[in-house]
């Protein structure tokens, strides 16, 4: 007899002659693959937290830049009257003018006009402004230090006057407009 027997393949010698091999289970590679996802679902909520405030502070910074330009841009032309073109100036800032402003300059349009009128060419400048606070409905008080510079009639004196004021800009639809002009003390 051959020591080699033949078997069946679907022999039940076959299956009880062969111990049974025990799977050793790998626990380490699950707990690894849950680590790295857990890792991985922080680090994405971090991102997003980070992007989140960095996007409210671009907001805030555009909206800063926008009332600055816009305040430095009006106080520049408020402060430049000219006594040729004086029913245009007022027209300039009746356009940017809302609230108070906008009441306070209607009621003393006429004066505003002999005054302007009256006066000699003025150039002014902004020399710096900043944002002194925002306010609850949305509007922002900057304070503002302005230089005019106006020659004598007979143009041998030149006059220079430094102010400051606290104008407080409204949005209104995709801009900007002026609600008070305060000169400071």
Not at 27 to 42: I, M
Not at 52 to 72: I, K, M
Not at 141 to 152: C, P
Request: proline content about 5%.
């Amino acid at each position: 007899m051959s020591p080699r027997r033949k078997l069946e393949p679907r022999s039940s010698d076959f299956i009880d002659d062969f111990p049974r091999v025990r799977r050793r289970r790998r626990w380490g590679l699950k707990v690894a693959s849950t680590c790295a996802a857990g890792a991985a679902s922080c680090a994405a909520a971090v991102c997003l937290i980070v992007l989140d405030s960095h996007l409210s502070q671009s907001r805030t910074t555009l909206r800063e830049v926008a009332a600055l330009g816009y305040v430095r841009s009006f106080m520049t032309e408020f402060t430049s009257p000219d006594p040729f073109h004086a029913n245009d100036y007022a027209e300039r800032i009746l356009a940017q003018a809302t609230g108070d402003f906008a009441q306070q300059y209607r009621q003393n349009e006429n004066a505003i006009l002999v005054g302007v009128a009256q006066s000699e060419p003025t150039t002014g400048t902004v020399l710096d402004a900043g944002i002194s606070r925002w306010n609850d409905d949305g509007s922002v008080d900057v304070l503002v230090v302005t230089k005019f510079s106006s020659k004598s009639p007979d143009g041998k004196l030149t006059m220079e006057r430094t102010n400051r004021w606290v104008v407080t800009a409204k949005p209104e639809g995709d801009g900007w407009k002026i609600n008070s002009v305060i000169p400071s003390v």
